[in-house]
């Protein structure tokens, strides 16, 4: 590796004196002279003898110096379609290499100066084809497909997803093949797709399953491509790209109204005009105070109330001297993230109006959860359904032959029901949620948590509610009519069964141990700093305080402040910074700081969160931080820290 990097150190120098005539990407920018990985070498540069001559006086060198030899019989020379046929032959001649109209693959990509075809993508595609060729899918319960599908077949093309951007034709194809695999469609057997792929590819918090749609996908991970263009400045590809979305340090580069600083979008895009002419240039640094507050009376066009909230809760640097930079704002470390990239190209809101994670927090078997997730979304193959397709000749309940055969009289309203939950639910919970729609029906069931039997309700509700399904299946295709009391039996068994599994997962795991705690106070000659936030909501509007202590605890000094709207963690490094500040003004040479947040520590002494989207309160409060002579950091539990709460309490409103 040593004598590769000597080889592109001498071949970098020679480009910049003109000895290697490199290529340009356009007419404004960079010259390309090489590509190195490993010990694989691709030269680029014009086609002229002169570059010919210098590559092969810089390889005989390069060999001779490092003992090492060049495999001609794997080197190609690839040609653009200007170089003139006698050209291609002394250059081939000089080199000893043969040409080639297509370098082929490496790592799995084509190397191909035409614009990808479905041809040549479509390996991707057999490889999906053979490894679901393996699985024997009707063997596997729908919730092991779809773990299958999740961890195994969206792995195989993600690979190449992150370096190319596939076809329409072949997006459509893998998606087609994981549907398949799912719903355990076959040549040979057809079954219908209950749920339409669109609301399977949705998080499972907004009611899907969570796996991901290839074209997403492919989104996402060429995202993150771009991401890499922005924030690795060592490398060729940050040339060409700049920056997305701003952090304000010190506000004098970030437009107020038409960059993209305070929430995911420009406020020129939450907002509607008409702005002054003079506003449209104004900068964040023009509206800001000496003492920091935000001039409000400085901005023309008035705000409104959640907007100045938010804006109120970010901070320009007051220690800290950096210029204004930028984060992915959609991850909570600034970092890019292809999840939370694949939201976006989703157009997956960030607050939702219902959240779906109550059906995978039920304590259950995985089948369970997800026949109440399909359940949920009332994609059943009933009577009901059946007979609005035209494939039924009746859509009567086939126990009770008086009503159709509705989700809500199928689990609900049918006698054969009513007994079987007669007979498995206990008083008071038979008497509860009688009231409600179906729906509500369902998810206040799953929701509710009271022990019953060693289990909680909602484990106990899945296996009855699956099991009902079930018993109803055995009737329609196998005639099979068990009566309540076996049903009843085989239910229970099946709860017992989970019990005694989940019983034998619970001693395994380590005990409890109770801890006792107290706020001790500091050695003489020190002052102790507590200091907390928090935000009622998270986001949410927000407060932070603190107080000191001496060495007999007693009460030397409070502060707290109303920061806006913002996120628990910010309010603790506020709380933080207001507290080093008051150190700092104050002269106190020994200290030692004391919070609850051991993220909070954590980010103060990271490496590196430049890109933190807190990132002026980190470095502000690791600037007072170098400031003091004595002072220590240390992580102090809630039940310890109490006093402070009281504080910021009073400011979170």
Known sequence: ????????????????????????????????????????????????????????????????????????????????????????????????????????????????????????????????????????????????????????????????MQGIYLLEAVHK????????????TSRERRRPHLVSWERITQPKKVGGLGLRSSKEANQASMAKAHWRLLTEKDKLCHILMKGIKWIPRSGDKILFWSDNWVGNRPLNEVLYGP??????????????????????????????????????????????????????????NGLFQTKSAYYLAKNIPNELQESWLWVWNIHSLPKNQHFIWQLRHGKLLTKEVLFAWGIADSDLCPRCQREPESLNHLFRECPYSNLLWDALTPFPINAMFLDLNFADWLRSHSCLQTNVGGLKWNTIFSFIIWSLWYLRNQLVHEGKNLPINVACDLIQSRIVDFQKYYSSKQQKLPGKATIFVKWNPPPEGAIKLNTDGSAFGNPGMAGAGGVFRDHLGNWILGFSRNIGHTTSIAAKLWAIRDGLKLVVSRGYNRLILETDSRIALTLLHAENCNFHSLAVLISDCRVLLRQLPDVQTTHIYREANSIDCRLLSQNGH
């Not at 000895?19 to 007419?27: D, P, T, Y």
């Not at 595609?125 to 319960?141: C, E, H, I, P």
């Not at 194809?173 to 355990?184: A, M």
């Not at 409000?296 to 970010?314: F, G, M, T, V």
């Open 1 to 160: 590796m040593l004598c590769i990097e000597f080889l592109s150190i001498k071949i970098s120098e020679e480009a910049r004196n003109d000895g290697w005539n490199g290529s340009k990407i356009g007419k404004m920018g960079p010259t390309v002279s090489h590509l190195f990985f490993a010990d694989d070498l691709i030269f680029i540069g014009k086609a002229s003898m002169d570059n010919a001559v210098y590559l092969d006086n810089l390889l005989k060198f390069f060999c001779d110096r490092s003992s090492q030899k060049i495999n001609f019989a794997k080197s190609k020379i690839l040609f653009s379609c200007n170089v003139s046929v006698a050209t291609k032959l002394d250059i081939c001649s000089k080199l000893s290499i043969n040409e080639t109209f297509a370098l082929g693959k490496y790592l799995g990509f084509s190397i191909t100066p035409k614009r990808l075809s479905k041809t040549d993508c479509l390996f991707i595609v057999d490889k999906v084809r053979t490894k679901l060729a393996g699985w024997k899918a009707n063997m596997l319960s729908r919730a092991g497909r779809i773990t299958l599908a999740s961890s195994v077949l969206s792995a195989i093309p993600n690979y190449y």
């Open 173 to 184: 194809e893998l998606d087609y093949l994981s549907r398949q695999f799912i719903w355990g």
């Open 275 to 332: 702005f002054s002419l003079n506003g449209e240039n104004l900068r964040i640094n023009e509206v800001i105070r000496p003492s920091g507050e935000w001039d409000w009376d400085s901005i023309e066009y008035p705000l409104p109330e959640d907007i100045k909230s938010k804006i109120k809760a970010i901070t320009i640097q007051s220690v800290s001297q950096y210029q204004d930079g930028f984060c992915w704002g959609l991850s909570s």
